[in-house]
C-alpha cells in the first residue's frame, strides 16, 4: 500500500512525501570498489540509462569512487 496526496475534491494528486520518515529508514551499502558506505535514492539524479545512482550519506551527491577507473 503507498500513501496518496488527495486534493480537496478527492482528486489523487500523488505518492505522499515523507522526507523524515525515508532518512530514519534509508537502506546504507558498502561499495564494492572501495567499501564506503552508500545508498540510493530513486529520487536523485539517475544514469544515462536510467538506474539509480548510489548516493554518498555525508554530502548527498552522487558517490565519487576513488577506485574507478572510468
Given at each position: 500500500m503507498i500513501p496518496l496526496d488527495v486534493d480537496p475534491a478527492g482528486v489523487i494528486?500523488?505518492?505522499h512525501d515523507?522526507?523524515?520518515w525515508e532518512l530514519?529508514?534509508?537502506k546504507?551499502?558498502?561499495c564494492r570498489k572501495c567499501?564506503?558506505?552508500i545508498y540510493f535514492d530513486d529520487k536523485a539524479a539517475k544514469s544515462k540509462l536510467g538506474k539509480m545512482v548510489h548516493q554518498d550519506p555525508?554530502?548527498?551527491a552522487p558517490h565519487q569512487c576513488p577506485e574507478?577507473?572510468?
Open positions: 494528486t500523488g505518492k515523507f522526507p523524515v530514519q529508514h534509508r546504507y551499502y558498502q567499501g564506503k558506505e555525508n554530502t548527498g574507478d577507473t572510468y
